[in-house]
């Protein structure tokens, strides 16, 4: 099955789209990567799940992508005698250890480190920035704070402290359950949630032992300033607009998002935007203006993938929200503008082989009458490289590793094949030319461009182009091997 866009879609899972009929009804309309939310489910759900993907997967023939997707810590107050209190601009209120039910006057904060750490004048956002607390006196054991923004405060809301780098790791005990759980089902990608440093990547790549590519997702202001860092312990990015848009002011989320992108596009690194961006479409079967603008605007900006959260997971129209994603992006880059921002934002240093060799084959693909350029990738390197080109012709990432294929799966423009092993370049090129015709990319009569690191097998070695005809016909006699 051939998308007729480069940008993937990720479809959350959830009550709404855990069936086999619906998760494959996803894929057929445009899902190519499948996130498990680790915050709702218990693991046999989550088993299930994965099983189903596979399932679809051997049933359409396509490498399909699964990202696991980690909770991280989760900071709560405690609760209230009435359930609920209105605070009002201007008043006192207290947070504190005690586990003593709240009032209109405090309420418990069962998180010692987030004491230690406060500072005089520091905010404490609650329910998603509903209710706005500053800090007027503080100890180890206590906050005593005045209300800048009122509302209904009630049991259990989420609090977020963006002024504070925490000392909290990204990985809670849940979070390392979890994580050892799904690394073992075989996901592909494992997200990183309440990351604040490179050292919070880092411990998680310890306990993987590669058996899943890292993505951070930055959502916390200190990510943002140690962006180059995490981003160098990364394998990817996802840019959580939902808490980055809590904890900063949200006119400063767009250029955000702009220079995450660019810069994860800069080194060859996935990046995917997400967060309410179809939001109607939990209970519309049609998105507003604003939502299809938004989307479009990551996909002008070269993002690798855009996310579907709770459209795909506990709305009423999952598979619309897929299909709606689809066709913005089907639209987006048929307009000749797209190809404009997409060439002229083109960046990254090239300074080895590998990136003058997939330079060159992008080049020669856009210059001559090539159909298609086809990377042997064991890896991975070479396919990632080439995607980061953004080339105007099909990509097809070549790889004799399931896994390989499953993770490439959520890069731009990567119309992944699992193929036969190979030890010759010859091979490669003939199987790429078949695989180009069978998979409906080029006709006999075409040309292709073959990318490769010889010797196959080690990582990082781009250093072989071909134009090859797609007639194996014509390349077995002519290959001088």
């Known amino acids: 099955m051939r998308r007729l866009r480069n940008v993937k879609i990720v479809a959350t899972l959830g009550p709404a789209s855990s069936s ?12 190519d990567v499948f996130r498990l939310n680790m915050s709702h489910g218990e693991h046999a759900d989550i088993a299930e799940r994965h099983r189903i993907i596979r399932e679809v997967e051997k049933d359409v023939g396509r490498p399909i992508c699964i990202l696991a997707d980690l909770q991280g810590p989760k900071l709560r107050l405690g609760t209230f005698s009435k359930d609920e209190e209105e605070l009002e601009e201007g008043q006192s209120f207290r947070l504190d250890l005690d586990d003593a039910q709240g009032d209109a006057t405090r309420v418990q904060l069962p998180h010692r480190e987030i004491f230690e750490a406060l500072q005089e004048g520091a905010s404490l956002l609650v329910n998603d920035g509903k209710i706005r607390l500053r800090v007027k006196e503080c100890g180890n054991d206590y906050a005593n704070c005045v209300v800048e923004v009122g509302g209904t405060i009630s049991d259990r809301k989420g609090v977020n402290v963006p002024d504070v780098v925490l000392p909290l790791a990204a990985l809670s005990p849940k979070d390392k359950k979890d994580l050892d759980f799904v690394c073992d089902l075989g996901v592909d990608w494992l997200a990183l949630s309440f990351v604040q440093r ?41 840019v959580a607009r939902g808490d980055l848009g809590v904890e900063l002011p949200v006119q400063n989320v767009p250029p955000i998002q702009k220079r995450l992108v660019r810069k994860c596009r800069a080194v060859a690194k996935p ?12 209970e519309s079967p049609m998105p507003t203006r604003a939502e299809v603008s938004d989307v479009a605007a990551a996909i002008y900006e070269g993002a690798d993938a855009v996310m579907l959260s709770a459209e795909s997971a506990v709305g009423s129209y999952p598979v619309e929200a897929v299909s709606t994603m689809n066709n913005v992006a089907i639209e987006v880059e048929s307009d000749p503008t797209y190809r404009q921002v997409i060439e002229a934002s083109r960046g990254g240093v090239k300074e080895s082989v590998a990136d003058a060799i997939v330079s060159a084959a992008r080049e020669i693909a856009e210059t001559a009458d090539i159909r ?14 080439v995607s980061r080109e953004r080339p105007r012709v099909p990509i097809i990432a070549m790889t004799s590793r399931m896994g390989t294929a499953r993770r ?50 080690r990582p990082g070695t781009t250093n072989i182009l071909r134009v090859a005809s797609c007639d194996e016909r014509l390349i077995i006699p002519s290959d001088p091997e």
């Open 20 to 31: 086999y009929e619906m998760i494959r009804a996803l894929f057929e309309a445009g899902a």
């Open 198 to 238: 490179a050292e919070d990547v880092h411990e998680a790549r310890e306990l993987t032992r590669g058996r899943a590519s890292l993505m951070t997702k930055v959502e916390k202001p200190a990510a943002v300033h140690e962006f180059e860092a995490i981003l160098e312990a990364s394998d990817g990015v996802m």
């Open 408 to 457: 490439l799966s959520l890069s731009w423009g990567l119309h992944c094949v699992k193929t036969n092993e190979v030890d010759r370049f010859k091979s490669a090129v003939v199987n790429s030319a078949r695989a180009s015709i069978k998979e409906g990319f080029a006709e006999p009569t075409d040309f292709l461009v073959v990318t490769a690191g010889v010797p196959f097998g």
């Open 271 to 282: 990046v995917v935007v997400a967060t309410q961006m179809l939001e109607s479409m939990i």
């Open 372 to 385: 298609v350029i086809c990377c042997y990738s064991q890896s991975g390197t070479t396919a990632l490289l």
